[in-house]
């Protein structure tokens, strides 16, 4: 478990490392500042794997959860002529199941930090980059009952509403994809694109945990599988932005 522990705080400092501002360094020193940075909200589309979970909730007469998922980030993207990072954060949205007046809910949460390398043209307004990442992701499930009469809800009974969780590494590889749209002086515009990838679980021998508590007996959640999402972003005057001039 410490293991676990360092592994996640290493990926956790790298994703914040993405996040720290650019500096400009001495005119004789490498200049940090990016070439174009924009923010940006991307929803999309994803598939997941299990591994024995579904199995083991529909063995206890529960719904099992589908592989698909609506998915929503919100991201930072930076670029150096052609060294490109990113990062993000998202979610992963599952309706709830009801089963004989017991609702199960699942939810996943992910932080990234990405790099890549623009196969194109600096000078082009639009890019292409393949990309590498790591992150940690979170998940939850919560068992509770779907109905309650007063006197059951206020009863000094043993609790029925149990939430358990779990964290793990993971790791991203993609294709993306943005077409930049800016005004002359290159001091506002907005970006168009697009994340193809797949995520690879690191640690599939996570437990659950519930306020401190170690659980058992719950199959690990292992998140292989793809996505696809769009991008839709932009800057302003207020960010820090730099856009090349055509002939340099």
């Known amino acids: 478990m410490k293991t676990m522990k360092h592994i996640l705080s290493a990926l956790v400092l790298m994703v914040c490392f993405t996040n720290s501002p650019a500096h400009t360094m001495d005119n004789d020193s490498m200049i940090m500042n990016p070439t174009h940075h924009f923010m940006y909200i991307s929803p999309g589309f994803s598939w997941i794997g ?18 698909q998922a609506w998915t929503l980030a919100l991201g930072n993207y930076k670029d150096w002529d052609r060294f490109i990072m990113e990062h993000h954060i998202m979610a992963r949205i599952w309706g709830d199941n009801l089963n004989a007046g017991v609702r199960t809910s699942l939810g996943i949460g992910e932080i990234f930090g990405d790099a890549g390398f623009n196969v194109f043209a600096p000078s082009m307004p639009v890019d292409l980059y393949p990309y590498l990442g790591l992150g940690v992701g979170i998940n939850w499930m919560n068992f509770r009952s779907n109905t309650k009469t007063l006197p059951e809800a206020i009863a000094n009974t043993p609790p029925d509403n149990v939430m358990v969780m779990q964290a793990t590494p993971l790791f991203d590889i993609g294709l993306g994809s943005n ?8 001091t506002m515009g907005f970006a168009f694109g697009l994340r193809v990838g797949y995520l690879v679980d690191l640690y599939s021998g996570k437990k659950w945990d519930a306020g401190g508590t170690t659980v058992t007996g ?19 005057k207020h960010h820090h932005h730099h856009m090349e001039e055509q002939g340099k």
Request: aromatic share 16%; no cysteine.
């Open 50 to 67: 299990f591994g024995d979970l579904n199995n083991y909730l529909a063995l206890q007469g529960y719904s099992r959860f589908p592989a």
């Open 179 to 186: 077409f930049l749209l800016a005004n002359k002086d290159g």
């Open 218 to 236: 719950l199959p690990s959640i292992i998140q292989n599988g793809a996505y696809i999402r769009l991008v839709l972003g932009g800057w302003g």
